[in-house]
């Protein structure tokens, strides 16, 4: 018995080598040696590894494309006039609500169970979103008291945690609320509130048990040791100031949220009950040696982009002040918030940060960040793309 080794034209086997058995002692035919079987078995892990990762992209292109097809729809539904209602199959593909834009400010979005169902959702009103948790013993169903107004209109630029960016601004307006104005008497008394939300961008069902925070290079820990977007119950806490209070709206800052976020509840921050009263606090070595301002970056903003800046002061929604867009964009830019995918594979390539209604373009060079351009975001490309396809890996970005 011998075999040989035939390198196969067959489009069925992709050019991979074929083993053939042939008893006929006449036919062309090599010894086979563990080396060099050893080595054919290498090549075939390889090429499955290559496949695995041309699936995977495949499934990414995928994602991006239902997401466009339906960000179409919702603006399609919007302009005829009918109520847009955003499900899922087994997927959180929802694209997220943009006030300025025209598009629905109220979907449905569904979630799953520990296995991985997919629930039924209804709304309770006909008009507003039903959010509905469940296992095989319980429920619980909520209804967002508001959406926020953001100047963060894409995820690029979002700050991981608000405290880095005190300069950005936010409102909520309450709509779910019966007595909005009443039930938020006594509120601009306090200086922080506590935001909880819904993290609706999220592309995916499928939650990772680690994840990669953008701090760790690449490293993975547990989804649990992060506060990443991608969780078993899509939840998000943050600490924001609040600015003023008037009626059924709070004006907010240093909060780290994009624009359309579905709020579920907001608690007054109690400093003497949220703090520990303890000096034994642990953190991990890693964050801690993140940490260092040594590792910030340093910001230029060329004078002809102030005043390119100054010339578009009067389309912004949400800042009273140029200065005060000027200082958001630094303090977002000092934190460098590229994925780590674009540190290492797109780190020549101009970084794109949504900002109110502006477009920045900047250029990162080791620790400095000059910024290139500013124009109009309903200028630019941007304006017509989905809200969450702009951040290739967020799936594994966390504090």
Known sequence: MSIRFEQSSDSHTNGRMAIVSKTDQDALSISVSPKRLLGELKAAKAEIIRLQRQLQKFQRDHDKQVTAIQFLLQQK????????????????????????EGIPTHELIEQTTGDGAVLPISEADGTRPVYRTSTAKSS????????LKSCFVRLNGTPRQGDICRSAR???????????????????????????????????????????????????????????????????????????????TVELSGLDVVDGTPVLDIKP???TFDSPATSDIRVPSWLLATQDSSLEI?????????????????HLKMFKEVDEAAEC?????????????????????????????????????????????????????YADTPLNVNNLSLADEAD
């Open 329 to 381: 964009i630094k303090e977002v830019l000092q934190c460098d918030p590229r994925s780590v995918y674009r540190k290492n594979k797109c780190a020549d390539e101009l970084y794109p940060l949504c900002l109110d209604a502006l477009h920045i373009l900047t250029r990162f060079d080791g620790h400095t960040a000059t910024v290139v351009s500013v124009q109009l975001l309903s200028d630019t490309a």
């Open 298 to 314: 340093d910001v230029v903003v060329p004078e002809d982009v102030i005043d390119a800046l100054r010339g578009l002061a009067g």
């Open 77 to 100: 539904i919007a302009t005829g006039g009918g109520t847009a209602v955003a499900t899922s199959s087994g997927s959180d593909d929802n694209v997220a609500p943009n006030h300025d």
């Open 140 to 147: 619980v169903t909520m209804q967002p008291i508001g959406f």
């Open 170 to 248: 936010a409102r909520l307006q309450l709509e779910n609320v019966a007595d909005a104005a009443m039930a938020l008497d006594g509120l601009s008394e306090f200086s922080h509130v506590w935001v909880l939300y819904h993290f609706h961008l999220n592309k995916s069902a499928m939650v990772k048990p680690k994840v990669a925070p953008p701090r760790l290079g690449g490293a993975r820990v547990g989804v649990y040791s992060t506060r990443a977007p991608y969780r078993h119950n899509p939840l998000g806490l943050s600490l924001a100031r609040v600015e003023a209070v008037d009626g059924d």
């Open 269 to 271: 921050y109690l400093p």
